[in-house]
């Protein structure tokens, strides 16, 4: 990796380390109610997606009904945790797949939608059922989405969770959920998830909220009125001083905001020599173009984001909060061709910054055009790696904003979201579509949708439809709040275009993230399993592993220990393993001891378990009601990244550490009556990442 620019630059400012006891982290119902730490670093949080995508690269049934094992054929299952954590979202495709079953921790907790009584005659204005657990705007069914139903309802685990489908047919889904290293401070305690508890209504009265001015008004504002000129940039906001932006609202004459579409907000932070925000103005806010095929007051109503049309006016706001620490510059270029001078108003708010710069991250907006794309290979929407110079950044990604044809060309849609975080090989996140990633389903029917997070502002339902070739253009919004997607050291945030990505539709997308330039997780060490010198500087030992494969490493149905080096520092530490996923259901106890101690101690740190196999099964019967009719493929892709979490107490302050796993066979069917197949634990390579406080300085003016 290249080292941050800044790391060379003569400093003038550098920043403490900031104690555990104030980086509390907003977890459940707080990730939302908390809303104004959206910047702040997640030191000690992985985010996961997993979903019923086609494991052998296709689109197999609109990657649908894609499971992991199941225990009964009313008991399908599409995801499978130990550990603690809280999942944050689930997306389904209708009702397709009720009754679902959220295990937590043991227990049963049966959902349902108000069709699945009767699939052939759904039910208008649907529910999920119970409707107190699951409200808007927290949930959202099919018939206000215009084909998903969406569930952000956070599910809180203490020892495991497992999602299965009750019924196979077009059992489609992607789900978010996030794990922590023991000894991360939380906001609050993890409660397990109880049925019979509605969630706070002050948290769903915030989200109602959507589309107003949810930001503090007894801040300092300053009102601006601009006139944009051909070819000359107009500066709406400039402030010397760390402050936090709470708002940014720009209104345009109604009359000429179709033209302004394409003009670029620019924001930067700091005297930073390159803007973190550069994007075309309709994409930042949401829709691909200022245009309001149908006269609707919003094409925009999100949390974070708006767009409103009201009398002459078209009302832009922003309310991500935007952290700096020196200086901010916001200016909005004029689009080429601009005909004519355009008078505007800004209005920006903002408050002093509070707490260490090091625990907190700038808000970017990266604009790509991709064009027609490259087939067979995924749209890279965001890489991090030298962004403004910097190699390495820690933060969150926290959004997409994106059109995805100008032809009303809806197929693009079958393209999947891969996101890779901090050096992994495979995605840890791999969604199910692009409409599904937008809140939809069955391509929204053509119809627009807008909901606090996510959804389908502009486009014609069919070419035909089209008056103006505007209506061609199709547009959606993702926005992450409490399913965001921590990042230590590096983010790559991919979109195919098409299921095998073959279409040539233009895509435009903007990417939301807070970045510092600086890593929160750094590589410590690595383990090579099977090679020679690598095994014999770790003190690798296993009496019962199997002589090593080329590019398998080796397997082991007994124990494996070695030692990893770690920052003294950490403020705890990930441990990744590369494996061979041909091997199913892999489960192993972890032990720790402190690998300086002259007799080792050694203590239990939970157990790593990574559920399913490069074999599946896909069900997709004739009918809803109908049995499952499971057919059982295997897939090529056996190379796989895995992580576990330490506990904080067994890494704090020690340089090294001794690692002991021991497998613990599952011996679990794919199917009732196969008999299961023999497992055993890979270990290809073993990596250690220490979480740190980011070293972060400014340069000299």
């Not at 689009?335 to 800004?346: D, K, Q, Y």
């Not at 090529?636 to 796993?661: C, M, N, S, Y």
Request: aromatic share 12%.
């Amino acid at each position: 990796m290249k080292r941050s620019i800044l790391a060379a630059t003569a400093l003038i400012c550098a920043f403490a380390t900031p104690t555990h006891a104030t980086d509390a982290i907003p977890v459940g119902l707080d990730a939302y109610a908390q809303w104004d730490r959206w910047p702040q670093q997640r030191i000690g949080v992985r985010a996961y997606m997993r979903s019923t995508y086609d494991r052998d690269g296709g689109n197999r049934t609109a990657d649908a009904s894609h499971f992991l094992y199941a225990e009964r054929p009313d008991f399908n299952v599409a995801l499978d945790i130990l550990g603690r954590g809280v999942l944050y979202f689930v997306r389904t495709n209708h009702w397709h797949g009720s009754p679902w079953h959220y295990e937590v921790d043991g227990i049963d907790n049966i959902v349902r939608e108000t069709s699945t009584a009767d699939p052939d005659h759904p039910v208008p204005d649907s529910t999920f059922e119970p409707a107190a657990a699951f409200p808007p705007p927290l949930a959202w069914t099919w018939s206000t989405t215009k084909g998903a139903d969406l569930n952000w309802v956070p599910i809180a685990f203490d020892r495991s969770l497992r999602l299965a489908y009750g019924r196979t047919f077009y059992g489609t889904g992607y789900y978010i959920y996030h794990q922590f290293a023991e000894g991360t401070p939380l906001s609050t305690p993890l409660v397990p998830f109880d049925l019979t508890k509605p969630p706070d209504p002050k948290v769903l009265d915030l989200i109602s909220r959507a589309g107003t001015d949810i930001a503090p008004r007894d801040i300092a504002r300053a009102e601006k009125r601009v006139t944009l000129a051909p070819g000359q940039t107009a500066a709406l906001f400039e402030h010397t001083g760390s402050a936090t932006i709470r708002a940014l609202k720009i209104t345009l004459p109604r009359d000429r905001a179709r033209e302004l579409s394409d003009a670029r907000l620019r924001v930067t932070w700091d005297d930073r020599a390159v803007p973190s925000i550069d994007a075309p103005l309709a994409l930042f806010f949401g829709a691909g173009l200022l245009h309001n095929r149908d006269d609707a007051e919003y094409l925009v109503k999100a949390f974070p984001t708006s767009i409103r049309y009201a009398a002459d006016a078209v009302h832009l706001d922003c309310y991500f909060p935007m952290p700096f620490f020196r200086s901010a510059r916001i200016e909005l270029v004029p689009p080429p061709g601009l005909s004519s001078p355009v008078p505007l108003s800004a209005e920006i708010r903002h408050e002093p910054f509070g707490g260490s710069p090091a625990a907190s991250a700038y808000f970017h907006a990266t604009y790509r055009d991709h064009g027609g794309g490259e087939p067979g290979r995924d749209h890279i929407l965001l890489d991090t790696r030298g962004i403004e110079g910097s190699g390495d950044w820690s933060g969150s990604f926290v959004g997409t904003s994106f059109t995805f044809t100008d032809r009303a060309e809806l197929r693009t849609l079958e393209g999947d979201p891969r996101f890779y975080f901090d050096d992994a090989l495979t995605p840890q996140a791999h969604g199910t579509g692009t409409e599904e990633w937008g809140g939809g389903g069955d391509y929204w029917g053509g119809q627009t949708m807008t909901l606090p997070f996510a959804g389908h502002p502009i486009g014609a339902p069919r070419p035909e439809d089209a008056r103006t070739p505007d209506d061609l253009v199709h547009s959606a919004y993702r926005f992450l709040l409490a399913d965001l997607f921590p990042f230590g050291r590096n983010a790559r945030i991919q979109l195919e275009h098409g299921g095998l990505n073959e279409m040539s539709e233009q895509y435009r997308t903007v990417t939301y993230w807070y970045g510092l330039p600086a890593a929160s997780l750094v590589q410590t060490d690595r383990l090579i399993v099977g090679d020679e010198r690598s095994e014999s500087d770790h003190g690798y030992r296993s009496l019962d592993a199997t002589a090593p494969q080329p590019g398998l490493g080796r397997r082991t149905r007994g124990s494996s220990e070695f030692t990893l080096t770690i920052r003294p520092d950490n403020r705890g530490v990930m441990l990744r393993r590369t494996l061979d996923y041909d091997l199913p259901d892999q489960k192993a106890q972890v032990w720790i001891a402190d690998a300086d101690a002259s007799a080792p101690r050694w203590e239990p740190a939970g157990t790593w378990y990574l559920a399913g196999s490069t074999t599946y099964y896909h069900s997709f019967p004739a009918h809803e009601t109908d049995p499952p009719n499971p057919e059982v493929y295997k897939t090529d892709a056996r190379l796989r990244d895995d992580e576990f979490l330490l506990p904080l107490r067994l890494t704090e302050g020690r340089k090294a550490i001794r690692v002991r796993v021991t497998f613990e066979p599952v011996d679990r069917p794919l199917l009732p009556g196969i008999p299961p197949q023999p497992s055993a634990w890979s270990e290809i390579d073993y990596t250690a990442h220490s979480w740190v406080t980011p070293s972060f300085t400014l340069p000299a003016r």
